[in-house]
Structures are given as structure tokens and as C-alpha cells.
């Protein structure tokens, strides 16, 4: 479950701004092909970018280390869990909730059927992606989770019949 914000303080969003513009054609080059595969070893990477694998592994781990590589993860399907009702659901707070945005955020991803939550910038102050057994747990999840916390103004539940994965083909 993962939490990212699309509204970063100023000295968050600009230390962002200048990790990319530090980035050069290996750089890039490097981030594209871990994007596609994350389990690539590090010398069949280092030979896909064309340099040593001693410096591949120098440049990853520096990557890590300025915050440009978050992570690596396994895209797991809900359904073989059991979870096959994927939903984004829209959730805007009450005006004199903003002081709780962040406690939001945690709580929602804390939740075992929540898989992503979304913090933005526009009508809607979330998007929260989750995944259920069935329409009946979809119900209770905002029910329970949403619709009965009182900082929660108004929710909009959108059913997901597909997800396809930018930049991967299997």
C-alpha cells in the first residue's frame, strides 16, 4: 500500500525538481529499464545500458539514495487474493477537516483492502484505490470507512473494469 502526494511542500517539490534535472542519458536510461522490469540483475542491466557493472550498481545505489528509485515492488493481482472488485473512490474532507489531512491518508492506507491513496490538488482532496471480495464489501468499506467518519464531506465510488499498466506488455 503506498501513499503519494501530488502536493509536496515547496523544499520537498524543488530538492524533486533538481534530482531530475541531475539526471543524464544513463541515468534515464537505467530508471526506463528498472520501470520494466525491477528483478533485472544488475549485470544484465549494466550490459542493456552499456557500462561496467561495477558502475551500474554505483549509479542504482545512487539513485536509491537521492529518492529517484522509491522502491521495488511485485504488481500482485487482487483477484488471486480474492479481491477481485477494484474501485477508485473520490473523497473530498469537510472544510474544517484540512488539519487532518495526513491522519486521513494513514488511516486509509492502513486498511487491507486499500492498495493505493492518492493526496490531490483540485475538487477532490483523495483518491483512494482499493480492492474487495464484492459489491457487498465495496458497500461496507465506504460505508464504514467514509461515510460514517465525519470529516468525510462527500464520496464518489468508480468501478474499475481494467487496468492496463503504462509502458508494460506481458
Do not use: W
Amino acid at each position: 500500500m503506498a501513499v503519494e502526494s501530488a502536493s509536496r511542500p515547496t523544499s520537498v517539490a524543488a530538492a524533486s525538481n533538481n534530482v531530475r534535472a541531475s539526471l543524464d542519458a544513463v541515468d534515464t536510461r537505467i530508471v526506463a529499464e528498472l520501470s520494466a522490469d525491477a528483478r533485472l540483475p544488475n549485470n544484465a542491466l549494466a550490459e542493456r545500458v552499456g557500462i561496467a557493472a561495477s558502475t551500474c550498481l554505483a549509479r542504482v545505489r545512487s539513485l536509491r539514495e537521492r529518492g529517484v528509485i522509491r522502491g521495488y515492488y511485485a504488481d500482485v493481482d487482487p483477484a488471486a487474493l480474492g479481491r477481485p472488485l477494484q474501485a477508485m473512490i473520490s473523497v473530498r474532507l469537510q472544510s474544517g477537516a484540512r488539519g487532518h489531512l495526513s491522519g486521513f491518508a494513514e488511516k486509509m492506507a492502513a486498511l487491507p483492502e486499500v492498495l493505493n491513496v492518492f493526496f490531490l490538488g483540485g475538487a477532490d482532496d483523495f483518491l483512494v484505490h482499493i480492492a474487495t471480495e464484492g459489491s457487498q464489501t465495496l458497500r461496507d468499506f465506504v460505508v464504514v470507512h467514509l461515510s460514517s467518519d465525519p470529516d468525510v464531506a462527500l464520496t464518489e465510488t468508480n468501478l474499475i473494469f481494467d487496468h492496463l499498466r503504462a509502458g508494460l506488455t506481458h
